[in-house]
């Protein structure tokens, strides 16, 4: 199968012509806020993409990174290989700013891992002066909202500049004024909840010690906790699998290690183990995790509800309903691969319409919903379903799917081109949105930071 090429210009019905307006950049030579910047929540591939493009147009930008390092969440699943190869995880505006400099696309048709985006990409790219002069390490954004107004208040908002409140490492805080924000900073620290109420699990605070989160480096970095354990992965996506996989390896060089796969579902349907999967890993990852289950090396429990956690002795007992009855789990280590959510505490101030399912802008929702789209199938979007009633602020990246697995770092890239054209007032770019990808989509692993499900 090739290629397939999407290319979507967003039609404006005539009844629309006054959200056409109201969604014009108003940014006059006298205006206040012309004079500020635009602020780049997070350092990841897709904030540092919007840097690019923000570069390119010549607008002004501030970024702020809570991670000591770009990329921080990247790299916390480094050794993680992506689905992806390289030709289709580097943004074109990014693209252009390191050749510029020498810098050279490794193997295009290659897969990375999470290590190598970071080490070859991603922090070439921050390193970049325009890029890097603008960023600040350590500094945690913990919220937004319009200078003098909180999100009651209408009169003169629109005109208004953002103030967004950051913390530094030294515990610092103060507030930096904005002309538009664009929030880019995934949700990879808000991993949804191992029950299956989405409520924060019963029991979670007696177990947390023995609870990871998704894709730990089972073979390295975190093999002591692993390594002759009863380990026990909750999820059913590709995460998962990843894990599952690594475990198996580890219990043929520990053989007191045992493998367990909990999942909510009859079956995982996310984990891909077609031969016609255009993407030959993710398929050989499918496959893998198959013929491990079919082979006795992992234990499945499918059709499982975790209602509670609690500890008893050295180990940990997950309890739930499965087949109509209550269910015990006894095991020594929990990885929570349930998937992420977005994390909406910074911007309680800010007015926004999220749709009341995916908690995705309501515009972009019926895109991605999981209920009907994968990875392949998620149509290319820009900055007019990325609108909130909240003029000049955008949510991009993994962050903007909500709780949809479905993201694309391509998908990500084109989202952050078309707000940065429509902040430069180029509505004949923002409006007209272009992709390029693989006839069966582009994935990669469940990650929360720039990678979602599909990369």
């Known amino acids: 199968m090739g290629e397939t090429s999407i290319s979507t210009l967003i039609d404006i ?37 919007a840097a690019a493009n923000l570069v390119e147009r010549g607008i002004e930008f501030a970024m702020f990174e809570a991670g000591d390092e770009v990329a921080a969440s990247v790299r916390a699943w480094g050794h993680t290989r992506l689905f992806s190869p390289w030709k289709h995880l580097v943004d074109p505006s990014s693209r252009r700013l390191l050749e510029e400099r020498g810098w050279q696309l490794p193997d295009p048709d290659r897969a990375p891992t999470g290590a190598e985006v970071v080490e070859l990409y991603v922090a070439p790219l921050a390193q970049v002066e325009e890029i890097g002069s603008r960023l600040r390490l350590g500094v945690e954004v913990i919220g937004v909202t319009r200078e003098g107004m909180d999100r009651t ?19 610092d805080v103060e507030d930096v004024s904005a002309r538009a924000v664009i929030d880019a900073s995934g949700t990879y620290l808000s991993p ?20 990871t989160p998704a894709l730990p480096d089972v073979l390295g970095r975190d093999r002591a906790q692993f390594a002759g354990c009863r380990a026990t992965v909750v999820g059913a996506g590709h995460s998962a699998a990843n894990t599952l996989l690594g475990l198996v390896e580890l219990a043929r060089q520990e053989p007191d290690t045992r493998v367990t796969w909990l999942i909510r579902n009859a079956q995982a349907v996310r984990v891909s183990s077609s031969p016609d999967d255009e993407l030959a890993d993710r398929a050989r990852l499918g496959r893998g995790v198959d013929r491990a289950v079919a082979d006795g090396d992992i234990t499945l429990l ?31 280590v929990v990885v929570n691969a349930t998937g992420f959510r977005p994390d909406l505490d910074i911007l309680r101030e800010i007015r926004l319409e999220l749709d009341e399912i995916v908690e995705a802008p309501k515009r972009l929702a019926p895109l991605i919903d999981p209920n009907v789209h994968s990875c392949g199938t998620v149509e290319p979007h820009g900055f007019r379903e990325l609108t909130h ?37 180029d509505m004949a770019s923002a409006s007209k949105v272009d992709l ?13 930071d720039g990678g979602g499900c599909c990369s």
């Open 13 to 49: 019905p005539l009844e629309d012509a006054v959200t056409l307006l109201d969604l014009t950049p108003r940014v006059v030579e006298n205006d206040r806020l012309a004079t500020l910047p635009v602020v780049i929540i997070g350092a990841g591939p897709i904030g540092l993409a």
């Open 153 to 171: 208040r209408s009169h003169g908002r629109t005109g208004t500049p953002f103030a967004v409140r950051i913390r530094t490492s030294s515990g």
């Open 192 to 211: 949804n909840s191992l029950s299956s109420s989405g409520l924060e699990l019963l029991g979670m605070a007696e177990i947390a010690d023995r609870v």
């Open 302 to 332: 499918d059709g499982f509800e975790i209602i509670r956690g609690r500890r008893t002795g050295d180990a940990v007992e997950l309890v739930g309903h499965r087949s109509g009855e209550v269910v015990v789990h006894t095991t020594d």
């Open 389 to 425: 009633p909240e003029h000049g602020f955008f949510i991009v990246g993994m962050k903007s799917y909500g709780r949809a697995p479905t993201f694309l770092l391509a998908s990500g890239y084109e989202q952050v081109r078309s707000v940065t054209a429509w902040l430069a007032g």
């Open 436 to 448: 390029v990808l693989p006839a069966t989509g582009v994935c990669s692993t469940d990650l929360g």
